[in-house]
C-alpha cells in the first residue's frame, strides 16, 4: 500500500489506500472449472432462456476496458486491462420483459450478487477472460468474472454462471451479511447500517417476495 500521490487523488475513493498488487480476497475455496460442463445463462424475466456453453461463449465479440478497482476493505488499484465480452454483446442475445429492472449474479460455487439493471448494462461493464493481457487466473475469478467498475469490488463476481433478470432487488450473499445495497464507492456505500430506510425496506420486501414465491415453488403452484 502506498500514499495517493496528489495528480492521482481524483481517481481515489474516500477511505482507499492505492496498491500496485491485486491481494486476493475470497469466501471459502476456488472453485474448479470444467469447461465440457460448463455454462452461462440468462434467466427470469426474459421472453426466453439464453445459454453458452464454453466454446460458443469464446465465440462472442469481444473488447477491452481500462478502469481502476476499489474494494471494501480499502485498497485500489489503477490502471487495469480487462479483456472480454461487454455486457452489450450479451444484451443482444435477449428480450427483458419490461417489468425487470434488477438483476441477481450467480457464480460458483454458490455466490449471489444484486444489481440494479440501469447500473449492469453501463458501458463499460464487462465479462472478463483476461487481465493485463493473461488470462484471468482462478484466484481472481478465472475463467470469468463479471467487472462493473463504477460500484466496489465484491459486486464484480468472481467465477460469473448467470443473470437473473427480476422485479424486485433481493440482497446477495455479502448484501445479507452486512455489505450495503447499491456500493458506490464515491460515497462509501460499505455497509447495510449506512443504507436509507427506503433501501432497507426494499431489501425486506424483495427477500419476503422471494420466500414466498419459493413456497408457492414448492407447491406446484
Not at 432462456?49 to 466454446?55: D, H, K, L, P, R
Not at 440501469?118 to 463479471?146: C, F, N
Amino acid at each position: 500500500m502506498r500514499e495517493t500521490p496528489e495528480e492521482l487523488a481524483h481517481r481515489v475513493p474516500p477511505g482507499q489506500t492505492l496498491t500496485e498488487k491485486w491481494p486476493v480476497l475470497t469466501y471459502g475455496l476456488t472453485p474448479g472449472f470444467d469447461p465440457g460442463t460448463w455454462t452461462f445463462r440468462c434467466f427470469g424475466l426474459v421472453e426466453e432462456e439464453v445459454s453458452w456453453s464454453w466454446e460458443e461463449f469464446l465465440a462472442l465479440p469481444r473488447a477491452e476496458v481500462s478502469c481502476d478497482i476499489h474494494c471494501v476493505t480499502r485498497w485500489s488499484r489503477l490502471d487495469n486491462r480487462f479483456g472480454g465480452v461487454p455486457i452489450r454483446e450479451i444484451m443482444k442475445c435477449l428480450r427483458v420483459k419490461p417489468e425487470a429492472r434488477y438483476v441477481m449474479v450467480h457464480a460458483d460455487p454458490d455466490y449471489t450478487t444484486n444489481l440494479p439493471l440501469e447500473k449492469l448494462v453501463d458501458d463499460d461493464v464487462l465479462l472478463a477472460l483476461t487481465h493485463d493481457g493473461q488470462p484471468l487466473a482462478p484466484d481472481h475469478g478465472g475463467p470469468l468474472r463479471l467487472v462493473v467498475p463504477k460500484l466496489y469490488f465484491w459486486k464484480s463476481a468472481k467465477w460469473l454462471r448467470a443473470f437473473q433478470f427480476m422485479d424486485v432487488n433481493p440482497p446477495g450473499f455479502w448484501e445479507v451479511n452486512g455489505y450495503h445495497m447499491h456500493a458506490d464507492p464515491w460515497k462509501e456505500e460499505r455497509y447495510s447500517d449506512q443504507e436509507t430506510r427506503a433501501m432497507q425496506q426494499m431489501r425486506a420486501e424483495a427477500a419476503r417476495k422471494l420466500r414466498e414465491e419459493a413456497v408457492r415453488a414448492r407447491r406446484g403452484q
